[in-house]
């Protein structure tokens, strides 16, 4: 091939470079005239959530096979140590027809999917060393169960221990008559450690275990309260004891009240250590009742009594028996406590049938509210509340008869309900009993008062921040076992798994450009979740700050399974930070907060320093790109046939002659 010419070879480059102009542009420099990529919606939890039914199925704690007797007066605590651990106890006559009632013990490592049962060693023929060793053996009957966990695993089982075949009222065999006392297990209530007697105090009933949770100076003491008479003297009464190694020994119990007028305790310790006792008011030499409920307020550590405050003045307790029922009941409150307040829950007559209402007390027990009902219907009878406090969301259980048809109390319920706010206001019931049971079915078949039809004198509740776990006895299935004296008595400690009332957040879309100037918009969406209702205040804050969001904080309302949304506007100024950001999207509710990100990415269109709007911007520089290609078409289309031409008209041109002597 022959060689171009360097001043040719210089033509032909300007042509091509010229044209080469109209050929697209490589990708780095298109990329200011690319559209932002298209918006897509997520969601926090992947899609879009929906409420579901918040009660799980109902479980029978001992299951079916026999011996398979009567099981009441459930208990219930949750391992603060693994909350997947949970351990009910209940007066189980699975010793019958020789003996009496015994503790039960029921275990879940499984959030209280299924169980693992056995009794309280000590029993009568219990002859593991535990059992021999235990200052229960000798004895035949237990009663009142009632259960406490401390933050590094070890349960405590608290209860009254007596002799019903020995001569007495109620019976006064190797140890006396009714005594209190406390059982110990460790390892996550996996391993039986030993039992304590409380010694001294004579003729014990309806005693009360809490342990300090807080943290703090006094964390790990025991507190027990119990009705007793401190001698053989004194006056029958509620009394109080701690224990300060675990359960091996106790201080010597006193009265609380002082004026030794309380019985039928319920405590709570709250987050700074305080001790409360809640008491019905009697008068100590009558045994007349008094008409109030007391809270008797203790200082941390047991040390003493601070104040003693009617804090239902009058009540209206309990008959015995309701109408319609046939079955003993009474009142006993029960307490709870959290970072906002101390709870009693309480059952009353006030209103002409049974209701279960909630008092609380937001100054340590000085003053508490007028009582607030939580049924949320006022037909039927409505008793034996228990309550429980966890990540600041109150949880109440009780006995509620509102599907009974007729005169007479032959179906009986589970109802649950939850507080949000620090018992200002509950969510709507939830029925927890998948199928309704006759109340009247069973009888009590041991002393003392037997041939009384009986269901307990309390059920139990415990919860962790997301789950409440109700334990009751249930007559579903009584007569499943047939006693040829006392006829149906398979009497059944039934539990379910609540989850609480909660809701989601989301937002769409959850990445978005956004130039200087403009305006982008996020929709956040909130969906109420297992009966939740409220309202949910929703606040947006940028990291790095400096990204105007509108508006900053807001709320919406709730209706149980419902949703809300709103728009957020965000609005990068010709002077904010080109820059990405997260936009942190924040709900909060009572002690629910959920979050959403966004993340914004903040773009500048700067050209010769000056900022125009996108689409002004792409419009000049698509009309530049097109301009300069028409006008490097037309110069090639000129430029390249003259060339071609100049270089085949020289290429024409005859060589030139050297004469013969140039070339010598």
């Given at each position: 091939m022959r060689a171009i010419p360097a001043n040719k070879r210089a033509l032909v480059i300007l042509v091509l470079s010229l044209a080469a102009t109209a050929l697209p542009a490589f990708q780095a420099e298109s990329r200011v005239l690319e559209k932002p990529p298209s918006a897509m919606a997520y969601s926090v939890s992947g899609s879009a959530p929906s409420a579901t039914v918040p009660v799980g199925p109902n479980i029978d704690i001992a299951g079916e096979a026999p011996p398979d007797r009567q099981q009441v007066e459930t208990t219930v605590a949750v391992d603060p140590h693994n909350t997947n651990i949970i351990v009910a106890g209940a007066q189980d006559l699975r010793l019958k027809p020789l003996n009496h009632r015994w503790h039960g013990y029921y275990r879940s490592t499984d959030g209280g999917q299924t169980w693992t049962n056995s009794l309280l060693p000590g029993f009568p023929g219990d002859t593991s060393p535990g059992g021999l060793s235990s200052p229960?053996?000798?004895?035949?009957a237990t009663s009142d169960p009632i259960l406490s966990f401390d933050r590094q695993g070890n349960l405590y089982y608290a209860g009254l221990v007596f002799n019903v075949s020995a001569n007495g009222p109620l019976g006064n065999g190797p140890i006396g008559n009714t005594v209190?006392?406390?059982?110990?297990?460790?390892?996550?209530?996996?391993?039986?450690s030993g039992a304590t007697l409380i010694k001294g105090p004579l003729f014990a009933d309806k005693e009360w275990i809490v342990v300090d949770n807080t943290g703090g100076p006094y964390d790990g003491t025991l507190y027990l309260s119990f009705d007793a008479n401190l001698t053989a003297t004194?006056?029958?009464?509620?009394?109080f004891t701690?224990?300060?190694?675990?359960?091996?020994?106790?201080?010597?119990?006193?009265?609380?009240?002082?004026?030794?007028t309380g019985e039928l305790p319920g405590m709570t310790v709250d987050p700074s250590g305080y001790v409360y006792v809640s008491t019905l008011a009697y008068n100590p030499l009558t045994g007349s009742g008094l008409n109030y409920t007391q809270v008797t307020k203790i200082a941390p550590g047991g040390s003493?009594?601070?104040?003693?405050?009617?804090?239902?003045?009058?009540?209206?307790?309990?008959?015995?028996?309701?109408?319609?029922?046939?079955?003993r009941t009474f009142t006993i409150p029960q307490m709870a406590s959290d970072s906002k307040g101390v709870y009693l829950v309480?059952?009353?007559?006030?209103?002409?049938?049974?209701?279960?209402?909630?008092?609380?007390?937001?100054?340590?027990?000085?003053?508490?509210?007028?009582?607030?009902r939580i049924n949320d219907v006022s037909n039927g009878q409505h008793f034996f509340p228990t309550i429980s406090s966890s990540g600041r969301i109150i949880s109440v259980a009780w006995y509620d008869s509102r599907q009974n048809v007729g005169t007479t109390m032959n179906s009986l319920d589970v109802y649950f309900s939850e507080s949000l706010d620090g018992g200002v206001s509950l969510l709507p019931n939830i029925r927890v009993t998948t199928n309704s049971f006759n109340p009247n079915a069973v009888y009590r078949t041991d002393s003392p008062n037997p041939a009384q039809r009986f269901m307990g004198d309390y059920i139990g509740i415990a919860a962790t921040p997301t789950t409440a776990h109700p334990v009751w006895a249930d007559n579903l299935n009584a007569c499943d076992t047939f006693d040829p004296t006392w006829g149906c008595v398979d009497q059944d400690a039934f539990t379910s798994t609540i989850a609480l009332a909660d809701f989601t957040i989301a937002a769409s879309p959850s990445t978005q450009a956004i130039q200087q100037g403009t305006t982008g918009t996020a929709n956040v969406t909130v969906t109420s979740l297992n009966n939740y209702q409220g309202s949910v205040t929703i606040s947006s804050i940028s990291n790095p700050t400096g990204l105007p969001i509108t508006?900053?904080?807001?709320?919406?309302?709730?209706?149980?399974?419902?949703?809300?949304?709103?728009?957020?506007?965000?609005?990068?100024?010709?002077?904010?930070?080109?820059?990405?950001?997260?936009?942190?999207?924040?709900?909060?509710?009572?002690?629910?907060?959920?979050?959403?990100?966004?993340?914004?990415?903040?773009?500048?269109?700067?050209?010769?320093?000056i900022i125009l709007p996108l689409q002004s911007a792409r419009l000049l520089l698509y009309l530049l790109e097109i301009t300069s290609r028409a006008a490097a078409i037309v110069l090639a289309g000129l430029l390249l046939p003259l060339a071609l031409y100049t270089i085949r008209k020289k290429s024409r041109q005859p060589l030139a002659v050297v004469p013969k002597d140039d070339m010598d």
């Open positions: 229960l053996h000798g004895s035949n209190a006392f406390v059982a110990k297990y460790t390892n996550d209530g996996a391993a039986y004194s006056y029958f009464g509620t009394m701690r224990s300060t190694d675990g359960g091996r020994t106790f201080s010597p119990p006193f009265y609380a009240p002082a004026d030794m003493g009594i601070i104040q003693n405050v009617r804090a239902v003045n009058p009540a209206q307790w309990l008959p015995s028996f309701l109408p319609g029922g046939q079955f309480f059952d009353d007559v006030r209103q002409g049938n049974a209701s279960v209402f909630l008092s609380r007390s937001t100054d340590g027990g000085s003053t508490w509210t007028a009582p607030l508006p900053k904080t807001t709320s919406l309302t709730l209706s149980t399974g419902g949703t809300n949304s709103l728009n957020l506007s965000i609005s990068p100024t010709t002077t904010t930070a080109t820059q990405s950001y997260t936009v942190n999207v924040t709900g909060t509710s009572g002690p629910r907060a959920h979050y959403a990100l966004v993340t914004v990415t903040v773009t500048s269109p700067s050209i010769g320093g």
